[in-house]
């Protein structure tokens, strides 16, 4: 007679319920018990209304007039709260916008043997209830419940009620359970919806056109960052995530679309911090026959209507009072750092003496060998001035060294006519009016490419084709990139990118 033993799988399983936490194995048994008795994930629930719309079209009706009306509803929803009460219970489920109380009763169930089983259901069950509309005693709309089951079962136990979802850094990596439990995360994310449905409807109010531009490219260019490069095998030829949709969009320009606009994501090679990400969303827009004196007007109109649309006209940010209705300030560089440097002013293009204040404001400042004049120009600027804005101020004419893509000043050549916004001391927008001479960008290139070659992991190439695009003609032009997880920061008074990014990018468990 040979004995009897487990087979290996069953052994497995065995030895994972021993490792569970005793919750979860609980649950898991519940599961199992579920299973028995047919689909335990079947997708038959359908539901007739959503939580909000109940609440928005009952809740100020009369007790009697509801109860006469009788109003049958088919809802679905989490369950957030569970309190039972001998025959009856009341089950708090919560759905995408609100929530609701579910009065359940033995007998109008059908029994015992339909009513006991929901006793047993946990926080976290998905469950589905038909009933009739009506109010509580203290007057709370609720569904007094005729058929019940549970759609699907919940295997991890939710955080604590009274305190939530605590950890941040779990916050981040399981957005899933931050968002069942926070509702100012959902909240949060509904606004940022908000915000790029109204940047879209903005611009297409002025006949933008919205248009989708390669995320892979065989050259990154359009921004100094660094690019994250992959292989296409089939090709066998390198690629980069793009860092920016520019140079696609100003194609588009010279192929006759003069006002073109595209939301999507960039990608850069760079560190994290509170307001960078290695993917992030921008907002790029590009008119022809308009210069950066537009695009900043058509800046600062965009972003006070998306301010009124999500009624944020006045906001908090980084412990600065933000108030949109008021006119942006507009401000040359040059001018901001010579307000804190005045012994500086007339000297923009002393390299030399330049260098040397760098020095003496920042002892560990180390340049690169192919620095000039307007780059320690900027690196001044971001250090004494930039840290210190706090009302919405459009910073303008930046030096020619620094803006490879940006059209040269008439009236000085040394600088462009290029702008960025600042808001509480970050960088919000930056736009200006395009260089569209192919011989001056081919020596803007040039210079970036020695750049390049000298260690300047930001630099960007010669882009052959772009250069030919500008030999067919570019209309006279301006474009802006926002940055749409900044704008939302800002408008919804977050601190970090992180939290206002679903899935924001971490280091592995």
């Excluded at 030895?15 to 519940?30: A, F, I, S, W």
């Excluded at 209830?129 to 509580?136: D, E, I, P, V």
């Excluded at 906001?315 to 440097?341: I, M, N, P, Y």
């Excluded at 000043?409 to 927008?429: K, M, P, S, Y």
Aim: net charge negative.
């Amino acid at each position: 007679m040979t004995e009897k033993t487990s087979a290996p799988e069953e052994t497995q399983k065995t030895n994972l319920k021993d490792k569970l936490p005793e919750q979860t194995r609980v649950r898991r048994e519940k599961l199992a018990a579920m299973r028995e008795l047919g689909n335990a994930y079947a997708n038959t629930w359908r539901s007739n209304a959503s939580l909000a719309a109940l609440h928005t079209q009952y809740d100020d009706v009369e007790k009697e007039t509801l109860a006469e009306q009788a109003i049958e509803v088919c809802v679905a929803g989490r369950v957030m709260a569970h309190r039972v009460m001998g025959k009856s219970s009341f089950v708090k489920i919560q759905d995408k916008d609100s929530d609701i109380q579910l009065f359940l009763n033995r007998d109008a169930l059908g029994g015992a043997e339909v009513y006991n089983p929901t006793k047993k259901w946990d926080l976290g069950d998905i469950v589905g209830a038909k009933g009739t509309l009506f109010f509580t005693k203290t007057g709370e709309l609720s569904v007094k419940v005729s058929h019940v089951e549970i759609v699907t079962k919940c295997l991890r136990p939710l955080p604590d009620k009274m305190q939530g979802l605590s950890d941040i850094e779990t916050r981040y990596r399981q957005r899933y359970v931050d968002l069942i439990v926070t509702p100012e995360s959902r909240d949060t994310f509904r606004t940022r919806s908000k915000i790029v449905s109204l940047l879209r409807q903005g611009l297409e109010s002025q006949d933008f056109m919205e248009v989708e531009t390669p995320m892979l490219q065989t050259q990154a260019g359009g921004a100094a960052a660094k690019p994250f490069i992959t292989h296409h095998n089939a090709l066998n030829m390198a690629l980069s995530l793009r860092i920016a949709p520019e140079l696609y969009l100003k194609r588009l320009l010279v192929g006759g679309f003069e006002r073109v606009f595209e939301i999507n994501r960039n990608f850069r090679n760079e560190g994290l911090d509170a307001t960078h990400n290695p993917e992030f969303t921008m907002v790029e827009f590009y008119q022809a026959y308009a210069d950066f004196n537009d695009a900043m007007n058509t800046t600062e109109t965009l972003i006070r209507d998306v301010a009124q649309g999500i009624s944020r006209n006045q906001v908090t940010w980084e412990g600065v009072d933000l108030d949109f209705t008021q006119a942006f300030k507009r401000v040359r560089l040059d001018e901001s750092v010579f307000e804190h440097r005045p012994d500086l002013r007339g000297h923009a293009n002393d390299k030399a003496l330049l260098a040397t204040v760098c020095l003496q404001v920042m002892p560990d400042f180390k340049p690169l060998i192919t620095w000039k004049a307007g780059h320690y120009l900027l690196a001044l600027f971001e250090e004494l001035v930039e840290p210190k804005i706090t009302q919405p101020t459009f910073i303008t004419h930046y030096p020619v060294d620094v803006s490879p893509l940006a059209r040269r000043n008439n009236e000085d050549e040394t600088v462009t006519d290029r702008f960025e916004l600042f808001v509480a001391g970050r960088e919000i927008a930056n736009g200006f009016s395009e260089l569209n001479d192919p011989d001056d960008q081919r020596g803007r290139f040039v210079a970036q490419a020695q750049a390049k070659a000298a260690g300047d992991a930001e630099a960007t190439g010669i882009d052959e084709d772009y250069l030919r695009a500008l030999e067919f003609g570019m209309p006279p032009a301006a474009g802006v990139g926002i940055g749409v997880d900044r704008l939302v920061m800002m408008l919804t008074g977050q601190h970090s990118i992180r939290d206002v990014l679903l899935f924001p990018h971490m280091r592995p468990e």
